[in-house]
């Protein structure tokens, strides 16, 4: 079975600097799904950004980026310059290729607080 | 934008009473899911369901059953409740195995307390 281990439960940040949230996943599989989701106070969840296990490239979306390290399992998550928006639990989760419904694994969350 | 609508944000039971958490999704998805949500615990599968009238266990199934009639709507029931249970319910839906890179997209969730 796969597992997903998020070590920092939580962490604070100064707004406009740099955070990064490690996760590391434990599997046999060659090629599968990770993703990063943020779930902002009494909000709904909502993916931040997905990388694909065969892509050798770092996934970015805007001022959130990836260190994907496929060797050690390790999908940390840099969220850059940040904004007080940014508070909020981030969790890491991890997909098979051929998983039976697309099901995730999710790690047990990072609470991240963005402060002025 | 997809919706995933759940039928209550807040809920609160006594022991021993039966609970339906009801979600529907407006996108036509094959996969819906429910999890349960608990702090330092993240997000654990209860159960999935990938067509209509399938379901199949994850990870804490025990103490839960589910029902899908009708594509759109997943119900989560809890035959008697215990105070156990008391914990925060997503649920959330994702295209079927033909879309594999899309992601599950998630309601509000339901706070339920189990008194």
């Known amino acids: 079975a796969q597992t997903v281990t998020q070590s920092q439960p939580e962490m604070s940040v100064q707004e406009a600097e740099t955070v990064t949230l490690s996760c590391t996943y434990d599997t046999s599989e060659n090629n599968y799904y990770l993703f990063w989701y943020k779930q902002p106070p009494s909000r709904q969840m909502i993916l931040v950004i997905r990388q694909e296990a065969y892509k050798q490239q770092n996934a970015t979306e805007n001022r959130f980026s990836v260190n994907f390290q496929k060797a050690a399992k390790s999908f940390s998550l840099k969220i850059s310059d940040s904004q007080l928006g940014d508070t909020a639990m981030y969790f890491c989760?991890?997909?098979?290729?051929?998983?039976?419904?697309?099901?995730?694994?999710f790690g047990g969350g990072t609470r991240v607080l963005v402060k002025p | 934008d997809v919706k995933v609508t759940q039928s209550s944000r807040y809920l609160v039971k006594r022991t021993g009473e039966k609970v339906f958490l009801e979600c529907v999704q407006d996108?036509?998805?094959?996969?819906m899911f429910w999890y349960r949500q608990d702090p330092g615990l993240g997000l654990r599968l209860i159960y999935f369901?990938?067509?209509?009238?399938?379901?199949e266990k994850g990870d804490i199934p025990e103490g839960y059953s589910v029902s899908r009639e009708k594509k759109e709507r997943f119900s989560l029931i809890l035959e008697s409740a215990s105070t156990n249970q008391t914990s925060m319910y997503l649920c959330?839906?994702?295209?079927?195995?033909?879309?594999?890179?899309?992601?599950?997209?998630f309601g509000d969730g339901t706070r339920l307390s189990i008194l």
């Open positions: 996108m036509d998805h094959e996969n």
């Open positions: 989760a991890f997909r098979m290729i051929k998983a039976a419904g697309n099901k995730l694994t």
């Open positions: 959330a839906s994702s295209p079927g195995y033909r879309v594999r890179n899309q992601p599950q997209h």
């Open positions: 369901s990938y067509d209509v009238k399938m379901k």
